[in-house]
Every structure is written in structure tokens, then in C-alpha cells.
Nanobody, 130 residues
Framework: QVRLVESGGGLVETGGSLTLSCKAS??????????LAWFRQDESGEREFVAA????????YYGDKVKGRFTISRDKAKNTVDLQMNKVKPEDTAVYIC?????????????????????WGRGTQVTVSS
């Protein structure tokens, strides 16, 4: 299990930018076999994949709705994964949740979903005003 704590959420205007951060704690174990991801959950409760990154080789994956606007990155020294959100839209409003799972690229061929991630943070609220 990986303990995940998100930060950086808040209120942002349409077209603005916001950076979320996720701190991963592993009790000393390496994250090299993991992928870390961001999902978001709106008021309807539906969980949507946003972005993911393989910890060791830094390969990145994005959901179609955020491609070209959001950037995921990781800092191995700090054990953090950031989500840089640019050109935000009202429909980006959601609770953003950090997740971790064993990195397994063949599983991702048909798209990433929450079934591939076993550790979850509590989330951070992002609200985009129109």
C-alpha cells in the first residue's frame, strides 16, 4: 500500500492555472514498479481518469478531455506527483484524487481506469468559476 496525500486545490477562474501535488509515502519501499495517477470525481460521483505517469521511466498518459491542457510530472527526490492544470474550464470542477498502482502497460491499451489502482488519497477540491 502507498499512502497518498493531495494538496493545492482551490478556486480558479476560467482560463486560469492551478497546480495540484500528491505526496506518496511507502515506508521506505521504492515506487519504481508503480504508476501514479490523477482521477477526478464530479457531483454525480462518476470517477474519470485524468493523467498517469510511470514512476521509473516517466511515461505519461492523459485523458482525452485534458490532453494539451494538463501536464503530469513526478519528483523522485520528493516522492511527489504534480498535476499542472492550464486553461481550465468550468467542467474541470471536481474532487481530484491521487492514486497508485503497479505499472502494467498492457492493461492500459484500452484506456486507464480506476480498476488498475489500489491505493487512493482523499482528494482535493478544484472549483472553476465561469
Amino acid at each position: 500500500q502507498v499512502r497518498l496525500v493531495e494538496s493545492g486545490g482551490g478556486l480558479v477562474e476560467t482560463g486560469g492555472s492551478l497546480t495540484l501535488s500528491c505526496k506518496a509515502s511507502t515506508s521506505g519501499r521504492s515506487l519504481d514498479t508503480y504508476a501514479l495517477a490523477w482521477f477526478r470525481q464530479d457531483e454525480s460521483g462518476e470517477r474519470e481518469f485524468v493523467a498517469a505517469i510511470s514512476w521509473e521511466i516517466n511515461l505519461k498518459y492523459y485523458g482525452d478531455k485534458v490532453k494539451g491542457r494538463f501536464t503530469i510530472s513526478r519528483d523522485k527526490a520528493k516522492n511527489t506527483v504534480d498535476l499542472q492544470m492550464n486553461k481550465v474550464k468550468p467542467e474541470d470542477t471536481a474532487v481530484y484524487i491521487c492514486a497508485a498502482g503497479i505499472y502494467d502497460p498492457p492493461l492500459y491499451l484500452k484506456g486507464l481506469n480506476d480498476e488498475f489502482f489500489g491505493s487512493w488519497g482523499r482528494g482535493t477540491q478544484v472549483t472553476v468559476s465561469s
